[in-house]
């Protein structure tokens, strides 16, 4: 596979798992990190659908997340958040979730500057660039 920075469904997963042990199985977290991309195609990206960011386990672990490096770590703190939420960890969640929204933020800024979405559409060469990854390539296939 063609490697440009993106991680897998099952690499975040891991490296979740390695830095915050946990006994939730890993159905769960893929859901999770489902749902967060399908947020970011529709509120960053603005994609007028997301249903097929709905991912499954197993299919979706060798899928690369649509967020690359150096900003994929927002899925991590993700992960470490909802974790940390469901078990009521009401601490660690705040400083997970304040991590997460840091780094949502920064990715978002980087995007916006980079594609210049505006007014509910995005540009042609955001589009070009989207219509690249989700044509294939973030199904692990490109």
């Not at 993106?6 to 946990?22: F, H, K, L, M, W």
């Not at 995007?111 to 979405?117: E, G, M, Q, S, V």
Request: charged share 25%.
């Amino acid at each position: 596979m063609y490697d440009d920075g993106a991680s897998t469904v099952g690499q975040i997963i891991q490296r979740c798992d390695d830095v915050e042990p946990n006994a939730f199985d890993t159905e769960r977290k893929v859901e999770w990190l489902g749902r967060l991309d399908g947020q970011i195609a529709l509120e960053v990206w603005r994609l007028p659908d997301v249903s097929e960011f709905w991912y499954r386990y197993p299919e979706s672990m060798d899928w690369n997340v649509l967020v690359k490096f150096p900003y994929d770590q927002i899925y991590e703190y993700w992960l470490r958040s909802m974790i940390s939420h469901q078990n009521g960890e009401t601490d660690k969640y705040e400083l997970a979730y304040t991590m997460y929204n840091n780094a949502l933020g920064e990715y978002t800024k980087w995007f916006w500057n980079t594609y210049k979405p505006m007014q509910g559409y995005i540009s042609h060469r955001a589009y070009g660039h989207l219509h690249h990854i989700h044509a294939d390539y973030f199904r692990g296939v490109g």
